[in-house]
């Protein structure tokens, strides 16, 4: 019994307790290490980049370093490519330098304006916002990028502008002596507010439609070119008025059988006459789109040639692109 005891008083060897495991880290947790980490990293990225971009900055030519008659060759390639897609917001806004090379190129310095670049426009509703931006452009180039404008000369093109600021346009370009107004005919109500600072004009080429303007504004007119169809009241415009004209220029017009008679008949002081490819026609048909053109009376080219110095004329019939108009 004691021995019995003994043996179960026996200590038991112990057996070796293996350390616990860590406790698992939440996912989450990891996940944050991780961008902690990326964000570190991709911070000190960003830093050295930055701070690469600063140091190559430095040995980069500015825009405004750039030599002008460069970014005006490139505008004008632009222009010429290009058209009127050239005048969107990344061009005109993106810096100064490319704004006054943009005006250089539409809008050159000198004593003439030339505006035929405004006919790069169709006349259609999808341009109607470019030609919106091709005045403002020319509104910054005669107004406070150029304050003193010394344009004598102002050309324009073939489209219609009976919307342009004329009477800014005017006044911004007080020592036009010569002008070429558009082919297309142009209402003279739109007109008379350029006509008022234009009184000492010279030379004018333009449509019948503002002869009269001409006649009541300006009284220096010594050169007039005319385009369209001179009706009877037309020519007793001119003959009664300008009294400094010494060279008109009638090519292609078409005449009323009184115009030319009555013209000569007031202009005691005329030099040169052009009448090449036109013709006579009576008073009745002269705004007919198909008529057939009268002979002309043997007394003009007498008179003509009594009082003209130069008188430039087809060969009427003969004439290949008349010929069918005397059929």
């Known amino acids: 019994m004691a021995m019995w005891l003994k043996k179960r008083s026996r200590i038991l060897p112990m057996s070796p307790v293996s350390p616990l495991p860590p406790p698992p880290v939440p996912e989450m947790q990891q996940q944050n290490g991780d961008n902690i980490y990326s964000l570190s990293t991709r911070h000190d990225h960003k830093k050295a980049k930055l701070q690469e971009v600063v140091a190559t900055t430095c040995q980069i030519r500015s825009w405004n370093e750039m030599d002008h008659d460069i970014l005006v060759m490139i505008m004008n390639k632009l222009v010429k490519s290009l058209g009127w897609r050239t005048l969107d917001d990344n061009t005109m806004y993106f810096c100064k330098p490319w704004l006054l090379a943009l005006l250089d190129a539409l ?18 509703s999808y341009c109607n916002r470019a030609r919106g931006r091709y005045f ?40 036009v002596r010569s002008i070429s107004f558009p082919t297309t005919s142009i209402d003279q109500f739109f007109v008379v507010g350029a006509l ?14 503002i002869v009269k303007c001409l006649a009541k504004f300006c009284k220096r007119i010594h050169s007039l070119t005319l385009f ?43 030099e040169y006459l052009d009448t090449s490819h036109c013709f006579c026609v009576d008073e009745k ?20 040639a009594k009082n003209i110095k130069i008188h430039l004329q087809c060969a009427r019939e003969n004439c290949p692109p008349c010929s069918h108009l005397y059929r």
């Open 136 to 175: 403002f452009l020319l509104h910054l180039a005669l107004g406070p990028f150029r304050p003193q404008n010394h344009h004598t000369k102002v050309l324009f093109g073939e489209l219609p502008v009976d919307f342009f600021p004329w009477e800014y346009f005017g006044s911004r370009l007080p020592l």
């Open 196 to 209: 008022l600072p234009w009184r000492n004009l010279e030379e004018v080429c333009c449509n019948d439609t």
């Open 228 to 270: 369209g169809r001179i009706s009877s009241p037309t020519a007793s415009l001119i003959a009664e008025n300008f009294p400094a004209l010494k060279r008109l220029v009638i090519s292609s017009c078409v005449l009323s059988v009184n115009a030319l008679p009555t013209i000569l008949n007031g202009q005691k002081k005329l």
């Open 285 to 304: 048909h002269l705004y007919k789109k198909q008529v057939r053109a009268k002979e002309w009376k043997e007394e003009i080219y007498v008179k003509a």
């Open 107 to 124: 809008f050159p310095p000198g004593t003439t304006l030339d505006l035929h670049s405004y006919d790069k426009f169709p006349p259609d």
